[in-house]
């Protein structure tokens, strides 16, 4: 790894059409002004770094729950998943994580498993860092089914700012532990639902990294299967 690749990453083609759209709008505000122009650029810069999707090096360790999105931890704390995911209605412990518009938006999947059911829900609009945006938001979430038949729930929440939530897979799928499978625009959320009896091994306020640092460990034999199908 060079220098230039530290500040440099790879952009999610998510982003090429708004980025473009910046660049327009920048060239306007050069007609008009180079001050205005100036500040057109690095809006640019800008929408180009919120949609960067850097490589991540996932833990090899079976098991491990992985953070889904780069951000903080603003909320632990039982819950029952989205019904409209159509599993058990009983509370499950819930972790929130928080991106502002600075983070890295790129979604993955935070253990390996088959995807049973994928549901959006349209909703409001509140800070994604309040408790009722769980549930009063917009949202899409996937169920999981792991390799020892448990159960993992992971929410994308629109936020404040956010505007579109974006999700690459469907019901059949087969996630690997750490790979991409969505994106929100502009600042927003993910809960993870974990499986029974999970406890976390993050604490409130942490900063997360996308598909590198671990949320909690399944405590449940079985799990040795998941790399067979990566």
Known sequence: MNLLSTF????HPEGNKFVAIFAVITFGFFLISSFLGWIGVGLTIWCYYFFRDPDRVSPTRNGVILSPADGIVSLIEPAV????LNMADTPLTRISVFM??????VNRS???GEITSVAYRPG???NASLDKASTDNERN???LRLANGQELAVVQIAGLVARRIVCFVKPGDYLSTGERFGLIRFGS??????PPDVSPLVSIGQTMVAGETVLAELNMAGTEK???HK
Do not use: Q
Not at 100 to 105: A, E
């Open 8 to 11: 440099i990453k790879p952009m």
């Open 81 to 84: 998943p989205p019904a409209e």
């Open 100 to 105: 502002s518009v600075f983070n890295c938006h």
């Open 110 to 112: 935070p253990i390996t």
């Open 124 to 126: 409001k609009f509140f």
């Open 141 to 143: 979430g996937l169920c």
């Open 189 to 194: 959320r993910l809960d993870v639902y974990l």
């Open 226 to 228: 998941a790399d067979a």
